[in-house]
């Protein structure tokens, strides 16, 4: 078992920004890479941004480049996912995730370790 715990999920006005983490072990931290996915109601879940164990390698879809970063901090054991400009579609259950490699890193199913979610809402 993999322990991930999100926070930092809550309602923001459009334009606005969120800061969700992602809590683990300093082993998960720096062993596997970590991802963020989000799943929006009657839709699947999808992948957001993922980093790699290193924190050398950074990735991201297309539909949040420029506006989300996602980062480490092993001195706090925790990957962060910061959501700046906000829009409505941006509202979702967000999840973290951790596999070992970097191998097909935006494919849902490579991931055997996943937290509870967050909600991020983003009003019009």
């Known amino acids: 078992q993999v322990p991930l715990v999100e926070s930092g999920g809550g309602l923001v006005q459009a334009g606005g920004s969120l800061r969700l983490s992602c809590a683990a072990s300093?082993?998960?931290?720096?062993?596997?890479?970590m991802g963020w996915f989000r799943q929006a109601p009657g839709k699947e879940r999808e992948f957001v941004a993922a980093i790699s164990g290193s924190g050398g390698e950074t990735y991201y879809t297309d539909s949040i480049k420029g506006r989300f970063t996602i980062s480490r901090d092993n001195a706090k054991n925790s990957v962060s996912l910061q959501m700046n400009s906000l829009k409505p579609e941006d509202t979702a259950v967000y999840y973290c995730a951790a596999k070992v490699g970097t191998v097909n890193i935006q494919r849902t199913a490579q991931y055997p370790y996943w937290g509870q979610g967050t909600q991020v809402t983003v009003s019009s």
């Open positions: 300093r082993r998960t931290v720096i062993s596997y890479a």
